[in-house]
């Protein structure tokens, strides 16, 4: 089993960037596939990123495209979320998860484990 702590989440104004980071432990996050979610207050939770294990093939919800990138470093057992131009649509709280399988499946029902979340709220 993988554990995952997220880090980087804060407040930060329409337009700036964060970058989040995802440490895993106990496995190897290339083992997996890993993903970012976000849920904000009121809402479901909703699929934002994801990386293959195989091929490090990269997903985005399309409300992120072009703005938010997946990456990840096998040295350091850490996917990353950079983010740019931030709007005030995408404060919530951000979730690492890791996924035992081939396949990126946007449903967060289908993610196996997950860490405790970070906050990211971005101001207008």
């Known amino acids: 089993q993988v554990q995952l702590v997220e880090s980087g989440g804060g407040l930060v104004q329409a337009g700036g960037s964060l970058r989040l980071s995802c440490a895993g432990s106990?496995?190897?996050?290339?083992?997996?596939?890993m993903g970012w979610f976000r849920q904000a207050p009121g809402k479901e939770r909703e699929f934002v990123a994801a990386?293959?294990?195989?091929?490090?093939?990269?997903y985005y919800a399309d409300s992120v495209k072009g703005r938010f990138t997946i990456s990840r470093d096998n040295a350091k057992n850490t996917v990353y979320l950079q983010m740019n131009s931030l709007e005030p649509e995408d404060t919530a709280v951000y979730y690492c998860?890791?996924?035992?399988?081939?396949?990126?499946?946007?449903?967060?029902?289908?993610?196996?484990?997950w860490g405790q979340g970070t906050q990211v709220t971005v101001s207008s």
């Open positions: 998860a890791a996924r035992g399988d081939l396949i990126v499946v946007v449903s967060p029902r289908a993610w196996g484990y």
């Open positions: 106990g496995r190897t996050v290339s083992s997996y596939v």
């Open positions: 990386i293959r294990r195989s091929n490090s093939s990269t």
